[in-house]
């Protein structure tokens, strides 16, 4: 009787595999799940810390204003660039570890349907072809019994023939050899898939804890430098031999008693505008004295208070790293009711100023949360340039500007991995794919000349936009 067990038995080995592979799938799972765990950790950390910084912001606005609220604010930037930098962990871990190893296992499920295939294509077959062996083999068996007792002349006939039986028995070894060198072939095949995906497997999860401790540490040297700049403020005060703060009534809003000099007080407040007498005088003679006088009066006042109101916003924004959708929103208003140009000049001077550089050809190096206030600044001021298809001049003058305006960013030397480089991101890398670049409308406008393409090329406008404005200056 044909014994019904064989070795090697491939549906056999495909179950067990498949079951190995499955069962470690659920543990990558687990993994998975986590790895989970911690970015969301990381994600609650990032928004306690955000949470308690805005509510140290609330108490320096409700404090006067000395030594003291300064140092309160540089723990609330530490607490607010801890929280940006827990938030870019998490975004790390969920987009480059989580996501992506869930993707991958997800789509490892290929192996099924080939495997499959192969297995039902022999399942049958194999079987099929050793119960035909064993009936030849019977036959052959049977053909030579007759064919014995036959010879000893015990039988007159033979129901068998012996040379046929034993050729049909070595044609189909023939053929049954054939056959086991596929089967064999194909197990082979069918381990080789396995262990792809478990040698596959493997580096995924390898590669995961790998990115978990690349980016932990990424995010320890960044704070360390960022702790260590405003660590390097908050000593400062150490050596400071100031009067008592507490002593010091700030009277900024009240008149100085002081007796005047009448002529050096009046000289002194018109030098401040280089005002010059005599040809103020010829102005007034040519114009006469109207009306008209008054209005430039008002003009020159009202544009002299709007550019104060961008310096208060761009200075508190700057200084301090804090821009809400209120603020946003004040100078969006500001903006459509004054010039670009004024808005321009005052972020630029403002910028120039808490940098103590007014020299365009310095770099303004600025931390990471500053990096965000600078952008969101700038994308006011390119976005309305862009809805009203004008002021190209000032955005190519902005664009330039902000190739001055860098973060440091920490990155591992890729021989090393404990050796930690900082390369400059400027601000111009934000900025670069703003759809203010692709406005044909504002560029065409602008563009008069050759020199102004290859302007704009450096500005990385897109290669239809440059395509659009040579075949206009060709023309």
């Not at 090697?8 to 495909?14: F, G, W």
């Not at 050809?361 to 700038?378: A, E, F, I, M, N």
């Amino acid at each position: 009787m044909l014994n019904s067990k064989f070795e090697p038995d491939i549906v056999q080995i495909t179950e067990q595999l498949s079951k190995r592979l499955n069962d470690k799938k659920k543990s990558i799972q687990e993994f998975l799940n986590i790895l989970q765990q911690r970015a969301e950790i990381e994600e609650v950390y990032s928004k306690s810390l955000e949470k308690i910084g805005y509510e140290l912001s609330t108490i320096v606005e409700n404090t006067q204003q000395d030594s003291f609220t300064d140092i309160m604010q540089y723990v609330r930037n530490y607490l607010l660039i801890s929280s940006e930098q827990s938030k870019e962990l998490y975004q790390q871990l969920k987009n480059n570890v989580v996501l992506e190893l869930q993707n991958t296992i997800s789509l490892d499920q290929g192996w099924i349907n080939e495997v499959n295939k192969i297995q039902n294509k022999h399942s049958k077959e194999v079987r099929r072809n050793i119960e035909e062996l064993h009936a030849l083999q019977d036959d052959y068996n049977q053909a030579l019994y007759e064919e014995k007792i036959y010879l000893e002349g015990k039988i007159t006939s033979k129901k068998r023939n012996y040379e046929k039986s034993e050729t049909n028995l070595k044609q189909f070894i023939l053929y049954y050899n054939q056959y086991l060198d596929t089967y064999f072939q194909d197990i082979a095949y069918i381990q080789d898939i396995f262990l792809n995906i478990e040698i596959d497997r493997r580096k995924l999860v390898q590669d995961a804890g790998m990115k978990l401790f690349m980016y932990q540490i990424s995010l320890i040297r960044n704070l360390q430098y960022d702790i260590s700049g405003i660590t390097q403020k908050i000593e400062q005060y150490k050596s400071n031999s100031k009067q008592s703060e507490l002593l010091i009534i700030q009277t900024n809003d009240r008149p100085l008693l002081s007796k005047l000099n009448v002529e050096n007080y009046i000289l002194s407040l018109k030098q401040q505008y280089n005002l010059d007498e005599n040809q103020r005088k010829k102005k007034l003679i040519a114009d006469g004295v109207n009306g008209s006088d008054q209005k430039k009066v008002d003009f020159i006042q009202a544009n002299s208070s709007d550019y104060l109101k961008y310096n208060k916003m761009f200075e508190q924004a700057l200084r301090f790293s804090e821009i809400n959708d209120d603020i946003i929103k004040q100078l969006i208003n500001l903006l459509q009711k004054t010039k670009a140009q004024q808005y321009y000049d005052a972020l630029i001077s403002t910028i120039q100023k808490i940098s103590s550089q007014s020299n365009q050809k310095y770099d303004y190096s600025v931390t990471p949360l500053g990096y965000q206030t600078c952008l969101k600044l700038s994308d006011i001021l390119l976005d309305y340039c862009n809805s009203q298809n004008t002021n190209a001049q000032i955005v190519i003058n902005l664009l330039k500007f902000s190739k001055n305006i860098y973060k440091m960013l920490s990155v591992q030397d890729q021989e090393n991995v404990e050796i930690q480089e900082y390369i400059k991101f400027s601000l111009f890398e934000g900025l670069k794919n703003h759809e203010v670049l692709q406005n044909k409308i504002l560029w065409n406008d602008y563009v008069r000349s050759k020199e102004q393409i290859v302007e704009l090329i450096e500005l990385n406008c897109n290669e239809s936009l440059i395509q659009f404005l040579n075949t206009k200056i060709n023309c």
